[in-house]
T-cell receptor, first 119, second 113 residues
Framework: AQTVTQSQPEMSVQEAETVTLSCTYD???????LFWYKQPPSRQMILVIR??????QNATENRFSVNFQKAAKSFSLKISDSQLGDAAMYFC????????????????FGKGTKLTVNP | NAGVTQTPKFQVLKTGQSMTLQCAQD?????MSWYRQDPGMGLRLIHY???????DQGEVPNGYNVSRSTTEDFPLRLLSAAPSQTSVYFC????????????FGPGTRLLVL
């Protein structure tokens, strides 16, 4: 079974600085997808960034980027120029690519990292 | 589009009571799923559906039933609530599999006394 591990229960960063959140996963599959979701105090789950395993290029979305190391099964999230609004729980998630349309592709989540942004 | 909607936002139940958590999406997504979120546990899959009339169990299905009579709706039923089902419940949907991004509803907070 696939597992996702976030080894940092809590992290803090100063406003305008850069922080990296760690995520490792375990799978025997070669084709899959990885996601980072943000959950602010409102509890809404918001997609931050997505990476397809067959793509070597690291995904970026404005101030958010990932360092995807497929061989090491590592998928870290870097937040640049941190803002107060970035404070939230961040969840790393894995989704296996189904061999066929309609197959089961459940999301497997890590336990989350609570990010605090200090002014 | 309203996206994924969930009702109610908050509910208190007594042990043994039954209730249905509603989930609807207006994006014509084939794939829908229910997760529960407990402190320190992340999100865990309860049940999922790959299309109308098709459902299957996830990681923690005991105590919950689902059905999918339409593409839009995917209700979650608690037949006899237990305190262990106190949690925050999220519904999510996506286009059919192949790694498409899942979009989440705002969640339902359930307290079972």
């Amino acid at each position: 079974a696939q597992t996702v591990t976030q080894s940092q229960p809590e992290m803090s960063v100063q406003e305008a600085e850069t922080v990296t959140l760690s995520c490792t996963y375990d799978t025997s599959e070669s084709d899959y997808y990885l996601f980072w979701y943000k959950q602010p105090p409102s509890r809404q789950m918001i997609l931050v960034i997505r990476q397809e395993a067959y793509k070597q290029q690291n995904a970026t979305e404005n101030r958010f980027s990932v360092n995807f190391q497929k061989a090491a099964k590592s998928f870290s999230l870097k937040i640049s120029d941190s803002q107060l609004g970035d404070a939230a729980m961040y969840f790393c998630a894995y989704r296996q690519r189904s061999e066929f349309e309609g197959g089961s592709e459940k999301l497997v989540f890590g336990k989350g990292t609570k990010l605090t942004v200090n002014p | 589009n309203a996206g994924v909607t969930q009702t109610p936002k908050f509910q208190v139940l007594k042990t043994g009571q039954s209730m249905t958590l509603q989930c609807a999406q207006d994006m014509n997504h084939e794939y829908m799923s229910w997760y529960r979120q407990d402190p320190g546990m992340g999100l865990r899959l309860i049940h999922y559906s790959v299309g109308a009339g098709i459902t299957d169990q996830g990681e923690v299905p005991n105590g919950y039933n689902v059905s999918r009579s339409t593409t839009e709706d995917f209700p979650l039923r608690l037949l006899s609530a237990a305190p262990s089902q106190t949690s925050v419940y999220f519904c999510a949907s996506s286009y059919s599999s192949r790694g498409k991004t899942q979009y989440f509803g705002p969640g339902t907070r359930l307290l079972v006394l």
